[in-house]
């Protein structure tokens, strides 16, 4: 079982940047984690994911070019750095994990099991 844990959300202006902390309590070397989003009256909607090693990395078309997924194995924990922010993107953000046996076991559209509590972003 990993427990996974948000940070970093808050509110920001239009253009603004925000960085998205996940912290796992195990280590990242065997699962994938994705950030996820959720805004009101909407679906769950995948961001972005990265392999176990963080050698490859999946993205919404909604924010290729303006956010980035990181992963620090020593901290067992995943970055979600967000920049070019638009009101769009307000949305309660989570992350969830997911053992790896394939790199392709990391898209966005795969179930993940282990999920996080979440953080809120508001751009305004």
């Known amino acids: 079982h990993v427990q996974l844990v948000e940070s970093g959300g808050g509110s920001v202006q239009a253009g603004g940047s925000l960085r998205l902390s996940c912290t796992a309590s195990a280590s990242l070397s065997l699962v994938c984690v994705g950030w996820f989003r959720q805004a009101p009256g909407k679906g769950r909607e995948g961001v972005a994911s990265?392999?176990?090693?963080?050698?490859?990395?999946y993205y919404a078309d909604t924010v290729k070019g303006r956010f980035t997924i990181v992963g620090d194995n020593g901290k067992s924990t995943v970055y979600l750095e967000m920049s070019s922010l638009e009101p769009e993107d307000t949305a309660l953000y989570y992350c969830g994990a997911r053992l790896m046996s394939r790199v392709w076991d990391c898209k966005l559209d795969m179930e993940y099991n282990y999920w996080g509590q979440g953080t809120q972003v508001t751009v305004s």
């Open positions: 990265i392999s176990a090693g963080g050698s490859t990395s």
